[in-house]
């Protein structure tokens, strides 16, 4: 098995509340994802899965505990290293696709890309290979309003590519999709994963479609397990 892309060792985190007490959401987490592999992390509404995934993504820092990517401890880096580190080594894919309405796809999928100082025309290129291998080459001009929940979803795939990352986080990622279309957007996504090579983490509340991936973590009582 290769080196793990993602390590988590004993991620805490606690949410103070005003007026009862703390939420402890996270309680040593801990977990090794190896590139190439897809793991399924399956817990409750209001578990923590997106708090683990923000802070394995570097939006979010854990009381205690650290975050290692690619062999670098990314809890003792600035938030200008950080930020670096999330833009060129970390891609999310959330339940909403949060494309930008006022742009293409080929532009939401461009501006990534074009914010890591990649040239436009070689971040178009790249935008409308992505976009072409996700069955969207004709819908490249089209506009998130004019596309499908499924189409949309697809450009939020490329646009969490968009970078080549190696650790690929989604929450949800077909949450907001009906049965049949949440089944070709998940294959979709495992056809991208699969063909990159990269480390993938999917919460997810289906457990049908966590059985189809290398392997299902459950988040209980703050720690991780596994299925």
């Excluded at 009381?63 to 080594?89: E, H, K, N, P, Y």
């Excluded at 890309?113 to 971040?123: F, I, K, T």
């Excluded at 990622?173 to 996504?189: C, K």
């Amino acid at each position: 098995m290769s080196e793990p892309v993602l390590v988590l060792e004993a991620i805490t985190k606690t949410y103070a509340r005003a007026s009862a007490k703390p939420v402890r959401v996270l309680a040593g987490a801990d977990l090794a994802l190896p590139r190439g592999e897809i793991v399924a992390l399956v817990a409750p509404s209001g578990a923590g899965k997106s708090t683990l995934l923000h802070i394995a993504g570097l939006l979010d820092t854990p009381d205690s505990g650290r975050v290692v990517i690619d062999g670098q401890d990314m809890t003792r880096f600035g938030d200008r290293a950080r930020t670096a580190a999330r833009r060129g080594q970390v891609g999310f894919i959330y339940q909403f696709h949060h494309l930008l309405p006022e742009f293409t796809a080929l532009e939401n999928v461009s501006l990534p890309q074009l914010a890591n100082g990649v040239p436009r025309a070689e971040a178009e290129a790249r935008a409308r290979d992505l976009l072409s291998g996700v069955g969207l080459g004709d819908r490249v001009a089209h506009r998130p309003a004019q596309l499908s929940g499924g189409e949309q979803q697809r450009v939020a795939f490329c646009r969490a590519m968009a970078n080549a990352p190696q650790l690929l986080l989604a929450d949800e990622p077909t949450g907001n999709l009906d049965p049949a279309t949440s089944e070709q957007v998940f294959g979709v996504l495992m056809d991208l994963v699969r063909s990159t090579g990269l480390a993938a983490l999917i919460a997810t509340h289906n457990l049908e479609l966590a059985a189809r991936m290398d392997r299902v973590l459950h988040l209980r009582d703050g720690r991780i397990e596994a299925g």
